[in-house]
């Protein structure tokens, strides 16, 4: 009988390959969830609604956003885990779940539990502080924490998010304390901070950037390697005095494991198409968030050297033992 176990085995994946090709030629042929685990407004779900839209346009079936905040975007992932793997519910990855990676914090390890599809775009933080904290730069915010410790509050979109983790690097590079206040959203946390009942904030770009320039917030630095287009004068962190620093967020679409390697490709490639649109260019830039391009092996290729990177910060911040 063993020569036939073969031959049938072969026939079976040739078979189950044929049908994968089939669903993607066909897909999408219904509406497509696309879980976020940030709440409306915040970056998550402003990058999500325009690649959304853009992918809706591009694969003619609707692309609609669910939010389901929480646990630092944990919550949503576990749902998607369990959801079908059929390409009708993906979920927007972040720099947060890699985080919680590191953190050992997670409930869903974005490169066991789920396939990458593509990278979408990417956007810095901007340090900024209510208007009456009396700094006016990095060095002075240092100097206030120095001397008045463990008085200046910071916000964060919860434990685990960029926010999060921009704050402690900062604390740890410039020898400060900073008391942490996490919310379950960067919204919510930019609006007590936008109330005076926060001090300060690494705030998303997409946030940051109106309530800077309607004078409700006061920026200090980018906490990216290169300063911004919509604030050219503004220094970065390293620049204005903690040499080294650079942190930023980053959003990518993932699929339950089991999703048809011919619909990730699918996918992978309209995202593509969408991220070189003049309209979402238009759109994103206007809020400091940059395109990314790579499809599922580069996304791969990104998630395993990003939870490297944060493990290492987890650690110098004190947050987990090596």
């Known amino acids: 009988m063993m020569p036939i176990v073969r031959p049938l085995l072969a026939a079976t994946t040739v078979l189950l390959g044929l049908v994968s090709t089939a669903a993607a030629a066909d897909?999408?042929?219904?509406?497509v969830r696309v879980v976020v685990g940030f709440g409306p407004g915040s970056s998550a779900d402003v990058s999500a609604r325009v690649i959304s839209e853009a992918l809706s346009a591009i694969l003619g079936q609707r692309f609609f956003v669910?939010?389901?905040?929480?646990?630092?975007?944990?919550?949503?992932?576990?749902?998607?885990?369990k959801a079908d793997a059929d390409g009708y519910t993906l979920f927007l990855g972040s720099v947060a779940n890699v985080i919680n990676t590191s953190l050992k914090t997670a409930s869903v390890d974005l490169q066991k539990d789920l396939k990458p599809i593509a990278l979408m775009c990417a956007l810095p933080n901007i340090l900024v502080v209510h208007p009456s904290?009396?700094?006016?730069?990095?060095?002075e915010l240092i100097a206030l924490a120095k001397a008045d410790a463990n008085k200046l509050n910071y916000g964060s979109a919860g434990p685990g998010t960029s926010p999060h983790l921009s704050a402690e690097l900062?604390?740890?590079?410039?020898?400060?304390?900073?008391?942490?206040?996490?919310?379950?959203?960067?919204?919510?946390?930019?609006?007590?901070?936008?109330?005076?009942?926060?001090?300060?904030?690494?705030?998303?770009?997409?946030t940051a950037l109106p309530q800077i320039e309607a004078g409700n917030l006061r920026a200090l630095a980018w906490s990216t390697a290169a300063r911004g287009a919509s604030l050219p004068n503004l220094p970065t962190v390293a620049e204005a005095g903690l040499p080294g620093f650079e942190t930023s967020l980053w959003f990518g679409l993932l699929a339950p494991a089991d999703t048809p390697d011919a619909i990730r490709d699918r996918l992978a490639a309209a995202i593509g198409q969408a991220a070189k649109s003049e309209a979402?260019?238009?759109t994103?830039?206007?809020?400091?968030?940059?395109?990314?391009?790579?499809?599922?092996?580069?996304?791969?290729?990104?998630?395993?050297?990003?939870?490297a990177r944060w493990a290492d910060v987890a650690v110098k911040?004190?947050?987990?033992?090596?």
């Open 317 to 322: 911040a004190g947050l987990v033992k090596p």
């Open 284 to 307: 994103f830039r206007a809020q400091g968030i940059e395109p990314l391009e790579g499809g599922p092996v580069a996304f791969t290729t990104y998630i395993a050297a990003e939870t």
């Open 133 to 139: 904290v009396k700094a006016t730069s990095v060095k």
């Open 66 to 81: 669910e939010n389901r905040p929480g646990a630092s975007s944990n919550t949503a992932a576990v749902g998607v885990v």
């Open 170 to 206: 900062f604390k740890t590079m410039a020898g400060v304390d900073l008391v942490h206040v996490p919310y379950t959203g960067t919204a919510q946390a930019a609006q007590d901070l936008i109330a005076g009942r926060l001090q300060l904030m690494f705030a998303p770009s997409s």
């Open 280 to 282: 979402v260019l238009k």
């Open 27 to 31: 897909y999408p042929d219904r509406p």
